[in-house]
């Protein structure tokens, strides 16, 4: 069987990465002193779909890195509400990877016409979004054509985290980000067999995380709808206990996914507790006692570790969805852009 244009789009994650440092890193210089000069009390994000779990993400690492509050705003309020933001001084990032959806613009515009400094991260910098913005942080991944955003996903993830640490003048994460394309490709290479053995013929299953590997939770449930067709919910290792945990029984799949941080020792603890209720849980931790660890690749920065996390989630959903003879690249009902107002 040829290989997917998903397939062969994860194996360019690394080199996608690698050209947006090289070629993005003036603008996302220029964009962080920006940031720094202005000083902003909070940042808003703008986003819609995998572009929103990127901006998940991003929050998490503003806050952890810079001290700032993040907030998502909801397209629809400019778009269909019709209402003026007020946010001078803040900082708006819009992420999207057409940057033609009509909401994402109009939150956008009007972020910027309320005061916001706007900053887009998107692969086309000559779309209407790339126009509209103050700066413009283009990703060089170059096409994406299968449907589900993979390498599109990851790169927004770097430049935003990027765009972060040099605002922060945060020499440990530059360095981190500077070598993730040799860990990326680590990433990509692996495989979970283990996981896509106990998904065979199951319909439904829990994607779990906490803080920046929540974000990745988030995305890999997308992924598992949108590509494999399995109904998969996302939920903070913290927040499935407070109910959801009451369907996980015997056989019930679960994946949990964690960097190296401090909330690692409480997911790995959680992975343990659904394992056994009798749940089949899959961990990327080694602290796990019960529960089944997942190889997986550490990098140099617990910020930069759910990257190598979702790049080989990738790698494996796409053989779920090629074992489930689902064709990954064109799953039903959806296309590659997007227009929501």
Not at 34 to 44: C, E, N, Q, S, V
Not at 71 to 76: C, D, E, L, T, V
Request: with cysteine; glycine share 6%; aromatic share 4%.
């Amino acid at each position: 069987m040829p290989q997917s244009l998903m397939a062969a789009e994860i194996a360019d994650i690394p080199d996608a990465v690698a050209r947006l440092l090289d070629r993005g890193g003036p603008a996302i210089r220029a964009a962080a002193r920006a940031a720094r000069a202005l000083d902003p009390p909070l940042i808003a994000t703008v986003a819609r779909g995998s572009s929103d779990h990127a901006c998940t993400f991003l929050k998490y690492a503003a806050e952890l890195v810079l001290g700032l509050p993040v907030a998502s705003i909801g397209p629809s309020v400019a778009s269909i509400y019709k209402v003026s933001l007020r946010l001078r001084r803040a900082l708006a990032l819009a992420v999207s990877q057409s940057g033609e959806s009509p909401d994402i613009l109009a939150l956008a515009t009007a972020a910027r016409a309320g005061g916001a400094l706007t900053v887009a991260i998107t692969n086309h910098p000559a779309s209407p979004l790339g126009q509209a913005a103050s700066h413009t942080l283009a990703l060089h991944a170059g096409p994406e054509r299968s449907v589900a955003a993979t390498k599109t996903f990851v790169a927004s993830a770097v430049a935003g985290l990027a765009l972060i640490a040099h605002w922060k003048e945060d020499e440990d994460l530059l360095f981190a980000i500077a070598a993730l394309p040799e860990r990326l490709a680590r990433a990509v290479a692996l495989d979970w067999p283990a996981l896509r053995e106990a998904l065979a013929g199951e319909e439904s299953l829990y994607v779990l995380g906490r803080g920046p590997s929540w974000a990745m939770a988030n995305e890999a449930a997308l992924k598992f709808k949108e590509v494999a067709l399995i109904h998969a919910e996302s939920y903070s290792s913290a927040e499935v206990l407070h109910g959801p945990v009451s369907i996980v029984d015997r056989g019930f799949p679960v994946l949990a996914l964690t960097a190296a941080d401090a909330a690692e020792d409480s997911v790995a603890e959680v992975a343990d507790r659904l394992a056994g209720r009798g749940g089949r849980v899959f961990v990327t931790s080694d602290r796990a006692r019960a529960a089944q660890v997942l190889p997986h690749v550490r990098t140099d920065h617990p910020l930069t570790d759910p990257l190598a996390l979702i790049a080989t989630f990738y790698a494996t959903v796409e053989r779920i969805a090629v074992a489930r003879g689902i064709p990954p690249d064109t799953p039903p009902h959806l296309s590659k852009v997007t227009r929501t107002l």
